[in-house]
């Protein structure tokens, strides 16, 4: 049976999809503008999409602590 998910757990995966779809738009407006300085706002963002993404897998209760 798989556990249910914590209110925080979903909060970071809504957040987490949020970031993903932002990022991926920022990318397409790179593309598209070709406008100097603005890779870096896409850059920023998938950051911060790595780091929640360490975020949640840091407070995901892994199947081997359950010993």
């Given at each position: 049976?798989?556990?249910?998910l914590?209110?925080?757990e979903?909060?970071?995966?809504?957040?987490?999809?949020?970031?993903?779809?932002?990022?991926?738009?920022?990318n397409?407006?790179?593309?598209?503008?070709?406008?100097?300085?603005?890779?870096?706002?896409?850059?920023?963002?998938q950051?911060?999409?790595?780091?929640?993404?360490?975020?949640?897998?840091?407070?995901?209760?892994?199947?081997?602590?359950?010993?």
């Amino acid at each position: 049976m798989s556990r249910q998910l914590t209110i925080t757990e979903v909060r970071l995966n809504n957040i987490s999809t949020c970031v993903a779809i932002t990022a991926s738009t920022l990318n397409v407006l790179v593309e598209t503008f070709k406008i100097p300085g603005l890779e870096a706002i896409p850059n920023t963002t998938q950051s911060l999409l790595k780091l929640l993404k360490t975020i949640h897998l840091e407070n995901t209760p892994s199947l081997h602590s359950a010993r």
